[in-house]
């Protein structure tokens, strides 16, 4: 096992009985090792100094880099970040989103309604005459989709 499963392992083990999870990883040819987790209530900046204080010890102790030529970031992925798993989207659900597409670069923007393996079920506004519209789209179909900030007056 490398470096970098060994790491991803210890950290899913030690997330594994929270509301946590491991969105994704990036790891560069300096080592520099950045973790992007979320949460189903969200990740508080505690929670995400706390595991990186222990990942940092685990390194330590277990020698991995023994020059401690490394660094070490864990962190949310951010809000501009595209949802990548099933959880982002229920976690999600009831805010507003905006859908590219990957087929003639259609986009959809609406409220998640409901998420399940296959797809997404967002309530886009609509005309007056029309009113809202509630759409299912495939995972499979879509380039990306991103959370959309909404300000309340």
Do not use: C
């Not at 900046?45 to 880099?65: A, H, V």
């Amino acid at each position: 096992m490398n470096i970098e499963e060994t790491l991803i392992n210890w950290l899913n083990d030690f997330i594994k009985d929270t509301d946590l999870f491991l969105i994704s990883h990036k790891v560069t040819p300096t080592n520099n090792y950045k973790f992007y987790i979320d949460g189903d209530t969200g990740f508080a900046l505690d929670r995400s100094i706390e595991i990186n204080r222990k990942m940092r010890r685990f390194i330590e102790d277990e020698g991995i880099y023994p020059d401690g030529n490394f660094s070490l970031e864990v962190s949310s992925p951010g809000v501009d970040e595209p949802l990548k798993m099933l959880r982002q989207y229920k976690k999600n659900i009831g805010r507003m989103v905006l859908i590219e597409m990957i087929e003639d670069e259609q986009e959809h923007e609406g409220r998640i309604m409901a998420a399940n393996e296959e797809t997404v079920t967002i309530e886009k506004k609509g005309t007056k005459k029309q009113g809202k519209q509630t759409i299912d789209i495939n995972y499979t179909d879509m380039k990306q989709a991103t959370i959309q900030i909404e300000f309340k007056k």
